[in-house]
């Protein structure tokens, strides 16, 4: 991964070429946090991005990962980004500390406080750059090479995250992370299941059970960590080992279709409870009158033999719709589930106008739903229970619900059952 190499040259160019005048705009314009994630785009393609995990942070999520700090950042602190990337935390971790007189000076003070990790060379001499000119624009007199300057940063170093044990970790203070989102091999202990996992719940578990008690700890999560039903149990070791909050943020950046969360808090063994989802007054959820369930048929898997049904998936339904007749017909062998019932796309966004787009089934004959579907059916069987469901659907309340109880882009059974209904 040296796909940075010619964006780090760019800046030791700059560096080398500053003397009496500085040109601050293009000083700044070299530490710029919102810069660093169109830069990757130039050297990387999206897949590229999403395999390494990388997607730099921006200001606004540097800023407010660092005010959830629990305690300031000092010149006796040692904060860490176990995957810093390019350094946009370490960074914005560094604008608490002061500036001295002269670069030498400064980095030596910072080159004690600040300590971070990362698989690429690349990434980690950019963030020693970086630092470097953020030193620079903020007054500190260059009175050194830049092989001396890089010398203060013995902390910044390529290492793998998870090869830490506690042991390396005990002077640690602080902890701020933005950890890869990519998947991961399910690690298959403690509460893990088999399959893929979300790396950052992986990376984010291990430093929890690493760290040194009193730390303090600020990361920026995909939002399904906090929402997935897969993700109970990570969330239930979290709520016992760290006292603190999470903190809904919206979307990652404009280019980045991902929901994330600021989690932060004091690492202590708690009885004390996180409040993942915000709490909503006494209601009747609609599992009380509905069965829900994601629709039985996978297109690209399940043969196409068996009794053939009317076939309904997201092409064929149409929003806020009641379809008697289906003209579509597919053999299955799977259970076909008899009308009338609504389905729900799976797939649905916070920018989305509706998070829950509904259409009512309401033929005579079984049908075989496809697994992009969720079925909400009645338990009393009725037309009737379907058209409410369908205003309920489509208000602005189970918008409401939604956009503060998952962000991620797939609905879940769990949380579909959750809609109030009355």
């Not at 130039?42 to 200001?59: H, K, N």
């Not at 708690?270 to 609609?286: A, S, V």
């Not at 579509?328 to 998070?355: C, L």
């Not at 037309?383 to 409401?400: E, H």
């Amino acid at each position: 991964m040296n796909q940075l190499n010619r964006h780090n040259h760019t800046l030791k160019y700059f560096f080398e070429s500053i003397e009496d005048v500085i040109d601050t705009g293009q000083l700044k314009e070299m530490v710029d946090l919102d810069s660093m994630d169109g830069v990757l785009r130039g050297c990387l393609s999206i897949d590229e991005m999403r395999e390494a995990g990388s997607f730099f942070t921006g200001q606004h999520l540097s800023t407010a990962a660092v005010k959830k700090m629990r305690r300031a950042i000092t010149f006796d602190s040692v904060v860490l980004d176990p995957t810093c990337g390019a350094g946009n935390l370490l960074i914005e971790c560094s604008r608490q500390l002061g500036v001295q007189k002269s670069l030498s000076q400064t980095l030596e003070i910072w080159g004690k406080v600040l300590r971070g990790y990362d698989l690429y060379e690349s990434f980690i001499e950019a963030t020693k750059l970086r630092i470097t000119l953020e030193a620079l624009n903020r007054g500190a007199v260059k009175d050194c090479s830049l092989e001396e300057a890089m010398l203060y940063f013995p902390n910044i170093r390529v290492v793998d995250a998870m090869s830490l044990e506690s042991e390396d970790l005990l002077d640690v203070t602080h902890t701020i992370m933005n950890p890869p989102f990519s998947s991961w091999d399910s690690p298959k202990i403690n509460y893990w299941k088999q399959g893929k996992v979300n790396a950052a719940g992986v990376l984010f578990d291990h430093y929890i059970r690493n760290l040194p008690k009193e730390c303090t700890i600020s990361a920026i999560l995909p939002d399904v960590l906090r929402s997935g039903s897969r993700y109970g149990g990570w969330r239930d070791f979290i709520s016992k080992n760290m006292e603190g909050s999470c903190a809904i943020v919206g979307r990652f950046n404009d280019k980045t279709d991902i929901d994330v969360f600021i989690l932060d808090g004091t690492l202590v063994p708690t009885e004390l409870n996180f409040t993942w989802f915000p709490k909503l007054d006494e209601y009747t959820p609609i599992s009380d009158f509905f069965d829900v369930c994601i629709g039985p048929l996978v297109a690209y898997r399940d043969p196409l033999e068996g009794p053939s049904y009317p076939y309904i998936h997201p092409k064929n339904a149409p929003l806020w719709e009641t379809i008697r007749k289906l003209d579509e017909y597919r053999k299955f062998k799977g259970r076909a589930i008899e009308p009338p019932f609504v389905v729900i796309r799976r797939t649905s966004s916070p920018s989305d106008k509706y998070r829950a787009s509904g259409t009512i089934i309401a033929g005579k004959e079984p049908v075989a739903v496809e697994n992009h579907m969720i079925v909400i059916k009645p338990k009393n069987s009725t037309l009737k229970d379907c058209n409410r469901l369908l205003k309920v659907l489509k208000s602005p309340q189970t918008n409401n619900f939604f956009n503060h109880r998952i962000r991620c882009r797939h609905l879940t059974v769990g949380v579909v059952k959750e809609i109030p209904f009355e």
